[in-house]
């Protein structure tokens, strides 16, 4: 199998992004890909453009997306895995150049959530798992789901709204020092605790916004990276993905989520690491919840000791693990088809150590991970990183 | 790169099935693919999901057709091209098992059209493209696309609307002939020639009908398909791939797909074949006049020269080259995700020789071809299948 290497990354800046039409979006981060790559449109075999797309005006945005950045004829490709959709595009792109019918692959995300009227439960978040049982018979939206999970971890491990609040207010303050996320301002655990109730014990800012957003990755085989003459690549080590049923009844519990597990076992075999090797990583944090609950799943500490490991601040950089120090979903935004590819971007600047402060993760291994999730733990994919 | 081959092929009845769910529909054709292959769900590494799904109930509609038909925790991705949605998930799955990912894939082309209240315009039709430039400002539906290429053939070409009609009446011949057809009865080019306009000069029996159903595949490895004991495996020789732009005012002519030269190309080369050695081909007959210009696109006739061909009867099985021997998406149905795996089953069918009568292409070569277009010729799909 040949060998994939990042040599491109760029994202738009997250927010409610009126300002642009959903082609101008994406052209925001392809550029900046582009450019970060030392390439043009001409170098580049094939575009797979990650999107969820749902309901917004242009149903089938692949090919007006590809057409407005340049990739026409090679944009035959859309992807979409609702909330995983990105790191689902970036997997699609990695077996065309593993499988050597590609050399260079760009891989687009892009969504704009403003312009639909509902986001959150009939238009998109309601049918984003199976909406005929969940949604329209028992009104399950994403934030119940979620809560489902919360209130079955607290009781079963003894996690608190506090800590579920610690990791926004460690997510918000590294969204205060990333100019591209979509929420710039810190948080105390005081204002979490205090904020309206959505499906309790999930709170508005345990919640991740609503955002619209663009995020691009150039993917390239070991040829192509030396061809291209490109001084750092960031090589993908492993992915995993595996889902999980949609039918929340049908599962036996909802303190950890089957389909990460199944997703992280498989990465880290395919990548040959173990999970405690993680120095730093973008996980899915929908809600504050889902972090928690992702650091046990992924292996960083065992089931039951998520809560324990952000109580002791181990997920800043510096600690442990660094987790979602660019914001993560809920500081940075969670603009679907552009999260996965957004969490890729962050990561391989964290490797390639370009980032300045407090916002770089100090790197021994440079191992790192983005967790993508769609829906309530319905599908997700782990991506390792090497530099 | 690893050889691919198709081990099991299954369909649906194409037609209007509000007899079932989008998931039951699914596993008509998964449970006859997996049959046909002799595995059962556990064989299978990984399942691609092609449906455009836009406006049903299930907007994301991967996720519950997967879990019902026995696919979680193997199902994580969607692909979406338009009319082009199943070639791009054999596509996607081709390149998992080429990269050594996987080593048996479930791909699932599923679609129901009748679920969505106006498919040929707002809601979906229009959308397949630049909705904002071509359909919104324009008013540019699927049929007056088509008409355009159709009058641009006619005055430069001599093409006639006669030559459609005959298109017409091969592909519903066809259809007569095959159980699983949404049209199964013949017509006439007097029926065809007064049918109602749609879009002049194409007319009701010059289009596709809005079809539900449902195509599956299963692809293998090289060593995958041994040790399952496949008795007749037919290899993906070569796939090409290509798009064009959706904004129709900036192509160069209306007499030609670029989209489908560029993938014809492609995968010409790939296979190590000429346009002469294809036998068997099932082609993208959205409304008739894109059969001929196919014919000429995919390099079977010069430029100019395909209506001749259909008036010569050179396409009916036993002629030049046999087109769309199971009716096409003229008669056997256009349900968008299943067309392109639909067109597959066929071949496969085709190639092993399982086909009674009039309904087998005679064979010395053991070639085939498959062509999948989304939109007005906006994305093309070209596989070359191989016994």
Known sequence: MRKVAVIGVGQSVFGVRGDVTLQELAWEAVREALEDAGITQKDVDISVVGTVGTRGYELMPAQPVNDYVGMTPK?????????????????????FIA????????????EKMNEVDTPTSLAVGGRAGNYLWEFHFYGTTMPAGYALYATAHMAKFGTTEEHMALVAVKNHYYGSLNPKAHFQHPVTVEEVLK??????????????????????????????????????PVWIAGIGYANDTPILTRRPDYVGYRATRLAAEMAYKRAG????????????????IAEIIAYEDL???????????????????????????DGGLKAKGHPLGATGLGMVYELTKQLREEREGKRQAPLKRYVALAHNVAGVGHVAYVVVLRR
């Open 75 to 95: 944009g035959p490709i859309r992807v979409e895995m609702a909330c995983a959709t990105g790191l689902a595009a970036l997997t699609v792109g990695y077996n």
């Open 99 to 110: 499988s050597g019918n590609a050399d260079v692959v760009l891989a687009i995300g892009v």
């Open 195 to 232: 904020s309206r109730p959505v499906a309790w014990p999930i709170k508005l800012l345990d919640s991740s916004p609503i955002s619209d957003g663009a995020a691009a990755v150039v993917l390239a085989s070991e040829d192509a990276a030396r061809r291209l003459k490109v001084d750092t």
């Open 273 to 288: 690491i173990a999970p405690q090797d993680v120095e730093v990583a973008n996980v899915h944090d929908a809600f504050t």
């Open 299 to 325: 292996g960083f500490v065992k089931k039951g000791e998520g809560a324990k490991l952000i109580a002791e601040g181990q997920t800043y950089a510096g600690g442990k693990v660094a987790v979602n120090i």
